[in-house]
């Protein structure tokens, strides 16, 4: 039952259909250069952390709330990261670590109430949801570090062609903000 659970959060993240996810993911990761992977890991685990404590807490019918809003509110988290990491990510010698882990926090727990109806609903014929919810959450953070490490690397590759990083991460930070404006106006 663990591997089921575990490929199922795997997929979820890499899953097209969840593009808002990948989005998210490329949105915090993208100004980073390959060796800042440390950091990047340290990112998206915060991430992580914020959306397995919503979807443990809504799979347990403690939090309840509006998918609608939850709905509305996940393309705004998308374009607040990239807004942040398009005007604060390449100053020098400014430490915005802090920030991007308390954003990465908050908006794992908005994404997680994205998507516990559905894993209540996988989760409803088990006696105890903690090993399943622990291996779905593992296999989120393993979907989440593939889209890392194939961003990191795309950015990597466009370095060698003489692109500059800040160029490149420009570039697709403006492209999410757009295309995550459009899904809110949807």
């Given at each position: 039952?663990?591997?089921?659970?575990?490929?199922?959060?795997?997929?979820?993240?890499?899953?097209?259909?969840?593009?808002?996810?990948?989005?998210?993911?490329?949105?915090i990761c993208v100004i980073y250069k390959w060796t800042d992977?440390?950091?990047?890991?340290?990112?998206?685990?915060?991430?992580?952390?914020?959306?397995?404590?919503?979807?443990?807490?809504?799979?347990?019918d403690i939090v309840k709330v509006n998918s609608q809003l939850?709905?509305?509110?996940?393309?705004?988290?998308?374009?607040?990261?990239?807004?942040?990491?398009?005007?604060?990510?390449?100053?020098?010698?400014?430490?915005?670590?802090?920030?991007?882990?308390?954003?990465?926090?908050?908006?794992?727990?908005?994404?997680?109430?994205?998507?516990?109806?559905?894993?209540?609903?996988?989760?409803?014929?088990?006696?105890?949801?903690?090993?399943?919810?622990?291996?779905?959450?593992?296999?989120?953070?393993?979907?989440?570090?593939?889209?890392?490490?194939?961003?990191?690397?795309?950015?990597?590759?466009?370095?060698?062609?003489?692109?500059?990083?800040?160029?490149?991460?420009?570039?697709?930070?403006?492209?999410?903000?757009?295309?995550?404006?459009?899904l809110l106006l949807a």
């Open positions: 039952m663990f591997k089921l659970f575990l490929e199922e959060g795997f997929n979820h993240i890499l899953d097209p259909q969840a593009y808002d996810h990948i989005m998210f993911v490329i949105a992977w440390k950091k990047v890991i340290i990112l998206v685990t915060a991430f992580t952390v914020g959306h397995s404590l919503t979807l443990a807490l809504a799979s347990l939850i709905e509305t509110l996940i393309p705004i988290t998308i374009i607040i990261s990239a807004a942040f990491n398009l005007i604060k990510g390449f100053r020098e010698g400014q430490d915005t670590g802090t920030i991007q882990y308390t954003l990465a926090t908050g908006f794992g727990l908005i994404h997680g109430l994205g998507f516990s109806n559905y894993l209540k609903s996988i989760l409803a014929g088990e006696d105890s949801i903690i090993g399943p919810l622990l291996a779905f959450n593992i296999g989120v953070e393993l979907g989440q570090l593939v889209i890392v490490l194939l961003t990191m690397l795309l950015g990597f590759l466009i370095g060698l062609i003489k692109v500059k990083h800040e160029w490149f991460a420009k570039t697709i930070l403006v492209f999410i903000i757009l295309f995550s404006i459009k």
